[in-house]
């Protein structure tokens, strides 16, 4: 079975990774694509540390015991809520695996999704398997988490 990469860069901008995140988990659940549409995000460092830091304030505010939920919500501090947005990069990096008799599917799916609202603005890159770069995409892939 041979992979497609496909590569997008959001630039920090983790509201819209995670909107990405969203519409891929719904097609592959609409159109049962479980083992032929695999994604993984590639952070860098300081968006990591970013987004542990947001997540160690938002445990260290206090919470009165007669506060309602409506109440608390607006209690979390400003820097927790920008979490990771406008630090460090975040890379989506997506393989598609499709068998020699899908290539019709395949096609499809390839000539789709950088063209839908997330993916657009994400600088896509598409990597096939005669492509130079196929070999170090297919190792970054296989190493991210």
């Not at 990469?5 to 988990?25: P, V």
């Not at 970013?50 to 506060?67: F, S």
């Not at 499809?108 to 995409?137: C, G, H, L, N």
């Amino acid at each position: 079975m041979a992979h497609i990469y496909m590569q997008f860069d959001f630039a920090g901008d983790e509201e819209k990774a995670q909107l990405a995140r969203h519409k891929l988990e719904v097609w592959k659940q609409a159109f049962r694509l479980d083992k032929k549409l695999i994604y993984k995000f590639e952070r860098s460092e300081e968006a990591v540390v970013a987004t542990e830091e947001a997540k160690a304030a938002e445990a260290e505010t206090p919470k009165a015991k007669g506060k309602t939920k409506a109440a608390t919500k607006g209690d979390t501090p400003k820097s927790a809520k920008g979490g990771a947005k406008e630090t460090g990069k975040v890379h989506l990096i997506l393989r598609l695996g499709f068998s020699s008799h899908e290539k019709l599917t395949e096609h499809r799916w390839v000539e789709r999704i950088p063209t839908e609202a997330p993916f657009v603005s994400a600088a896509p890159v598409t990597i096939k398997t005669d492509d130079a770069k196929f070999a170090d995409m297919e190792k970054r892939f296989e190493d991210l988490e």
